[in-house]
């Protein structure tokens, strides 16, 4: 089981520019969830799919954030212009259906903007 | 790798020693909730969960209690390990409605 995969690990961009983060969930996983991290707020839940569709979008925090899943296997986070107030942790996660599956997360992708 | 801030509460154990983190939960009809460990650089990692028709659940040196009552969940990890070292956070849920996180609590191991 590869777990969750999120890529890139680090993206490093200057303020205006487009940032796509990428996410593969577990192989039969019905849910996936991206989350952000920061020190001040810590985790923060900004929108979860249901076998591809969003369910969820209101803890995106502007319209700059979007997000799409066109296939189970699939998700990507962009954000467009990124500000610097954008930088943080960003981690996707994945869990089967049901009331009492937990969420595996990936190992996050490290944004700054500059 | 910081993925948690500077004034996350903090807990000092020494090596061999249990240690117990405590979480106030925000939701009294919050039905599952899970506890996560998150190393530097990681992403947060399931550790035991426990659903609330339970109060306690065991597991490989740890223990989760639940009290209800006063919306309390508690970890307990025996013999605490240089490795148990990360930052360790609470999470609930009602139904199918996400999980939503505590702040989280630094562990560091004193060797």
């Known amino acids: 089981d590869a777990g969750v995969i999120q890529s890139p690990r680090h993206e490093v961009t200057e303020m205006g520019q487009e940032v796509t983060l990428r996410c593969k969930p577990i192989?039969?996983?019905?849910?996936l969830f991206w989350y952000r991290q920061t020190m001040m707020r810590g985790l923060e839940l900004l929108i979860y799919?249901?076998?591809?569709?969003?369910?969820?979008d209101s803890g995106m925090p502007e319209d700059r954030f979007s997000a799409k899943m066109p296939n189970a296997s699939f998700s990507t986070l962009k954000i467009q212009p990124s500000e610097p107030r954008d930088s943080a942790v960003y981690f996707c996660?994945?869990?089967?259906?049901?009331?009492?599956?937990?969420?595996?997360f990936g190992n996050g992708t490290r944004l700054t903007v500059t | 790798g910081e993925s948690v801030g500077l004034h996350l509460p903090t807990l000092s154990v020494q090596e061999g020693d249990n240690s117990i983190i405590n979480c106030a939960y925000s939701?009294?009809?919050?039905?599952?909730f899970i506890w996560y460990k998150q190393e530097s650089g990681k992403g947060p990692q399931f550790i035991i969960d426990?659903?609330?028709?339970?109060d306690k659940r065991q597991g490989q040196r740890v223990t989760v209690l639940l009290n209800k009552t006063v919306k309390h969940l508690s970890l307990q990890i025996a013999a605490t390990q240089p490795g148990d070292s990360a930052v360790y956070f609470c999470?609930?849920?009602?139904?199918?409605?996400?999980?939503?996180f505590g702040k989280g609590t630094r562990l560091s191991v004193i060797a």
């Open positions: 192989s039969g996983h019905d849910y």
């Open positions: 996660a994945s869990s089967l259906v049901g009331v009492s599956s937990p969420l595996h």
């Open positions: 426990i659903r609330s028709n339970m």
């Open positions: 799919f249901n076998n591809n569709v969003p369910i969820d």
């Open positions: 999470a609930e849920k009602k139904g199918n409605t996400p999980l939503v």
């Open positions: 939701n009294s009809a919050s039905d599952y």
